[in-house]
């Protein structure tokens, strides 16, 4: 049972648009920054998304986070197939003084 | 370009140790934290550990506190994970990860390929 709650799996259809929620608490996201991380089978996660919003160099800005009170989202525009892999929030949790990850969402486009 | 290669992991014993270490290149190794991160076959991520920039602080998951113990050498640009009475629980692949500052609840910035741990008799 993860500390951050996410859907197991989302869909939609190519140049759609997608959600990926991740839910928490007061100790942890709604106190602490946000990170989006984005893995391909077989292989390391790649982050995506750090401070809730903020995307790294060489990331389109196809992809977006943004956060409210104990929740983060994660939106994909313009969807491609190249994008279906598992996607995961991740932050601090000061009560438990641990990195805390949600369980993961599958992406799957149509 | 920043790297990390994981090195160490193998098939044990359950109740054996083993010593995971992390070859860190392209980043000023002593100015960040570090940390240990895995997934289970077919599982999510789990933190399992951090460490300070100069090791004064380390962290733990529940799931791991008293047997695995964290450590780096800032010297040799290494991060290491001792692992003691290792359980079928604990197979897993192991990432060894960059925070983003000077201490491990900044996020995690860049992983490695992992290292592949798998506990059985």
């Known amino acids: 049972q993860s500390v951050l709650t996410q859907p197991p799996s989302v869909s939609a259809a190519p140049g759609q648009k997608v959600t990926i929620s991740c839910s928490g608490s007061s100790s942890n996201i709604g106190n602490n920054y946000v990170s989006w991380y984005q893995q391909f089978p077989g292989t390391a996660p790649k982050l995506l998304i750090y401070d809730n919003n903020k995307r790294p160099s060489g990331i389109p800005d196809r992809f977006s986070g943004s956060k409210s009170g104990t929740s983060a989202t994660l939106d994909i525009t313009g969807l491609q197939t190249g994008d279906e892999a598992d996607y995961y929030c991740?932050?601090?949790?000061?009560?438990?003084?641990?990195?805390?990850f949600g369980g993961g969402t599958k992406l799957t486009v149509l | 370009e920043v790297q990390l290669l994981e090195s160490g992991g193998g098939l044990v014993q359950p109740g054996r140790s083993l010593r995971l270490s992390c070859a860190a290149s392209?980043?000023?190794?002593?100015?960040?934290?570090m940390h240990w991160v895995r997934q289970a076959p077919g599982k999510g991520l789990e933190w399992v550990s951090g460490?300070?920039?100069?090791?004064?602080?380390?962290g733990y998951a529940d799931s791991v506190k008293g047997r695995f113990t964290i450590s780096r050498d800032n010297a040799k640009n290494s991060l290491y994970l001792q692992m003691n009475s290792l359980r079928t629980e604990d197979t897993a692949l192991y990432y060894c990860?960059?925070?983003?500052?000077?201490?491990?609840?900044?996020?995690?910035?860049?992983w490695g390929q992992g290292t592949t741990v798998t506990v059985s008799s």
């Open positions: 460490i300070t920039w100069n090791s004064g602080t380390m």
């Open positions: 990860a960059k925070a983003s500052g000077r201490y491990y609840y900044y996020n995690v910035d860049v």
């Open positions: 991740g932050t601090w949790d000061s009560s438990l003084s641990a990195v805390v």
């Open positions: 392209g980043f000023t190794f002593d100015d960040f934290a």
